[in-house]
């Protein structure tokens, strides 16, 4: 991406006034920070409940619960003309609230963000974070979806339901204000060095438990493309582009869970769908992990999105694919019980003891076979 | 049988075999790329090509347990389907139904297609073989991505293993895409209708569901590939079908044959029948307008096309057989 692409969708006059919501968390912190260095962007308020931990750089912090009609006056106080909605999350370690509180963030943040844009007569762009679980995911879903694909079953609880949501709240708005650019992204899992998603968090237990008999077909999104897809939505777009719209946000290519528990060098457990349910539960008691049966939904069928829409309509390429963002999350937590380093080591270990009975060279074939596909 | 006055004639032209290519040297194809995998080249003595098996399975396995792979978006691991499950089908294929392969230059070379069979047997072996006989006969070595149903999905185990195999979901969606991407797909469009009727049905061709795979086929402009398979039929004679238990197992039919369930598992296995796979001419559908694909009349006709096929290529081939296990 050249810098001069800022200003080729017509230059502005006046720098954009860009509220971001979710500011507490990891993504909104990076996401504030970044934005704020884009030329044309003038001032950025910060929206969260609760004071970040983190510097949101010269980026103004209101702290306002956007469940509360306050949000309406920040909006006006600040002549805020872009709107980049991040406070719609699945709740993880980091929040520390219940699923109640998360959800009410969710869907009434987002009802009470929506009214006052509504109201607002200098919004002008709206940017929404939803997520790929909007698709739920069952056995009887097309292996790869597309933005335009209608769940065969509606998420029944948790976050993905919560997605569901507040994109038909969104479309609502939508509707009624016509004059404002809508962009909703549908994020596959999103991972990297910072990442504090569920899934992060399920990546980093020691023995991973996994459905038995079933291997999901997983998609990920790195942390970086999805600072640079939130920019690019929250601006003017480029030349022959569409910023508006619904747009599945993915890395490209599929990791099985199998191939992320072997790259990780993390062994799996796998047990029976009704004993994972309940060694879920119990991890969520003890506050291991949030083992959702969301999550667990995940871990049994997967979800796969199409990206032609990303690509030809948003004009965004993504610098990781899915297996380099895994590679990257991997380098960022350690290794496991079972480094892949080592168990390869152990192969060439048994290769080199049958080398010593006489299979001199053909190693170095299968090596050289093996450096070449790399 | 209105067609059995033409036997005698079919009976006087002598038969094309194709001859069976010698397993033992996959290089020896000259139109074939050599695998990217590091399997053994032909080997000068024989010593030599154990060794290099060896060196071959090492580095398999290194790679596997590492996680050092890669899958296609619907799941499909082509090396492990090379090198593992298409070598535990083949001695059921090669061996025990012994399945003759007609017709296989019917299938591009290259693009999509859509292979359009029948369907039999109780339990779907025939697809697993029709995949086996495409990708050791065809001389592209080309794939064969099946649609199952959302049965085979909902198993666990048989849905990882099908969708290692690059089998997907019977949905148009799925169909497309592959159809689109240049994939070979196979289609049973009598689903469960054909592979659960009862024995004395055999060879009798059932609805076509509602011709999805003509639209599907024509949305992407892919050629049809009528195939008929005889000797699948006879694998598990299902006399009878316990329709009680099978809907308290939640599956669509539970087959009683004259072995199963009275023997227990050994009742489970297949007769050795003699198989037969033909594939007929193919069925061009680029010449359609663009709306075409939205004409539930020129849907039935094709759809009709492709099954009188079929069908007649299923009595052709039966009265050629000898006997059902020879």
Known sequence: MQPGDFFEGGAEL???????????????????????????????????????PHRLGSAEFVRTDIRQSAIARVLAEHAVDTVVHLAVTGGSAGTGGAHSTVKETNVIGTMQLLGACQKSPTVRRLVVKSSTSVYGGTSRDPAVFTETTEPKSLPAGGFAKDAAE??????????????????????????GPYADSALAEYFSIPVMPTVLGYDPRLQFVHEDDVLEVLRLAAREPRRGTLNSGTFNIAGDGVLLLSQCSRRLGRPTLPLL?????????????????????????????????????????????????????????????????????????????????????????????????????? | MADAKV????????????????????????????????????????????????????????????????????????????????????????????????????????????????????????????????????????????????????????????????HTLACAEDAQRLLEAGELVGVMPEGFKGIGKPFGDRYKLQRFGRGGFVSTALRAGTPIVPCSIVGAEEIYPMVGNAKTLARLLGVPYFPITPTFPWLGPLGALPLPTKWTIQFGEPIPTDGYAAEAAEDPMLMFNLTDQVREQIQHTLYKLLVQRRSVFF
């Open chain 1, 166 to 191: 507040v994109e038909g709240y969104v479309r609502g708005f939508a509707r009624r204000r016509p004059d404002v650019a809508v962009c909703v992204l549908r994020f596959a899992n999103i991972l």
């Open chain 1, 273 to 374: 769908l009704p004993a994972l349910n309940w060694v879920g539960s119990a991890l969520r008691a003890v506050g291991a992990t949030d083992f959702s049966p969301e999550q667990i939904r995940l871990l049994t069928h997967g979800r796969v999105v199409e990206t032609t829409q990303m690509r030809e309509v948003l004009g965004f390429e993504p610098l990781y694919t899915t297996a380099e963002t895994f590679a990257d999350f991997a380098r960022s937590r350690g290794s496991g019980l079972l480094p892949p380093e080592r168990v390869g080591r152990a192969v060439d270990r048994v290769a080199a003891m049958l080398d010593a009975d006489g299979l001199d060279g053909l190693k170095d074939d299968a090596y050289a076979a093996e450096g070449a596909k790399r």
């Open chain 2, 7 to 166: 036997i005698p004639f079919d009976e006087d032209r002598p038969r094309r075999r194709i001859p069976r290519r010698v397993r033992a040297v996959p290089a020896a194809d000259p139109v074939v790329e050599p695998p990217a995998g590091p399997e053994p080249a032909p080997a000068a003595a024989p010593g030599d090509s154990w060794d290099r098996r060896i060196a071959g399975g090492l580095a398999f396995l290194r790679r596997r347990v590492t996680g050092d792979y890669e899958v296609d978006d619907f799941g499909y691991d082509k090396e492990l389907t090379d090198q593992v499950l298409m070598s535990l089908m083949r001695p059921l294929y090669d061996k025990y139904f012994r399945v003759e392969v007609k017709g296989i230059e019917n299938i591009p070379a290259e693009g999509g297609a859509l292979i359009v069979a029948n369907h039999s047997g109780t339990l779907p072996l025939d697809g697993l073989m029709l995949q086996v006989a495409v990708h050791d006969h065809h001389p592209a070595e080309r794939h064969l991505r099946l649609l199952a149903a959302d049965l085979v999905f909902m198993l666990p185990v048989v849905n990882e293993l099908a969708r290692k195999a690059g």
């Open chain 1, 14 to 52: 006046v720098g954009k006034v860009v509220l971001v919501t979710g500011a507490a968390r990891q993504l909104g912190g990076r996401f504030v920070r970044r934005i704020q260095r884009d030329p044309d962007v003038e001032r950025v308020i910060a929206v969260d409940a609760v004071t970040p």
